[in-house]
């Protein structure tokens, strides 16, 4: 059964229109992250909440913006995509001390 | 600032062959190790997670070890089989809120 749940699979957007991806879990877990990953390079952190209150790493765009509205969904927007967001974009949720879990990823594509 | 190296970047070994992954740290103050696995276009599944007061952790076939002091974690994979081919990520937590400082992977294939 799944446990954290990323829709779509696949995205495909123009350059320069918005797009949001989702993130659900039901884990109840209280931490959620949300990583960037290009081609053959390891996982980058963009944010990540502990319940509502959201925390955002010192080099992620401006362009990146995130929404919590309750401990079940996450989501990640992304304002005026470039080509240089085309990525796998992975969430993940955690509960305190315990391992990080991770949905099966959306794949971007931006035209 | 934490820094995670995975060597070699990639393997090949022949069915049956164990095989060792290698994982190093620069921080050896570190709350836990986080051993992952990735398919193709998929997301990470977790393998293992050592605690920093562990030395090792152990699930069916697949041991993972962890030497703080020195700043290594190995991971071993007894009997290889085809389905274990995939890229193997180690990670460790950059802080208490847990967010993971990954290694580049190691991309393994396992040959029938």
């Known amino acids: 059964d799944a446990m954290v749940i990323q829709n779509p699979r696949y995205q495909v957007t123009q350059f320069g229109k918005p797009v949001t991806l989702s993130c659900s879990q039901t884990?109840?877990?209280?931490?959620m992250y949300w990583y960037q990953q290009k081609s053959s390079q390891a996982p980058k952190l963009l944010f990540h909440?502990?319940?509502?209150?959201?925390?955002n790493e010192a080099d992620t765009p401006d362009n990146f913006q995130s929404r919590r509205p309750n401990t079940s969904f996450c989501f990640l927007d992304i304002r005026s995509p470039g080509l240089g967001d085309a990525a796998m974009y992975l969430c993940?949720?955690?509960?305190?001390?315990?391992?990080?879990?991770f949905g099966d990823g959306t794949r971007l594509s931006i035209l | 600032k934490q820094e995670v190296t995975q060597i070699p970047a990639a393997l090949s070994v022949p069915e049956g062959e164990n095989l060792v992954l290698n994982c190093s740290f620069t921080?050896?103050?570190?709350?836990?190790l986080q051993w992952f696995r990735q398919d193709p276009g998929k997301g990470l599944t977790s393998l293992l997670l050592?605690?920093?007061?562990?030395r090792e952790q152990t699930s069916g076939r697949l041991n993972a070890s962890l030497d703080k002091s020195s700043g290594r974690s190995t991971l071993y994979i007894a009997a290889s089989q085809p389905g274990d081919s995939a890229t193997y990520l180690c990670a460790v937590p950059n802080d208490s809120w847990g967010k993971l400082q990954f290694g580049a992977g190691t991309q393994v294939v396992v040959t029938p």
């Open positions: 921080d050896s103050a570190i709350y836990n």
């Open positions: 884990l109840n877990h209280n931490v």
């Open positions: 050592i605690q920093s007061s562990q």
């Open positions: 993940a949720t955690r509960a305190e001390n315990q391992p990080q879990h």
């Open positions: 909440y502990y319940d509502k209150d959201f925390n």
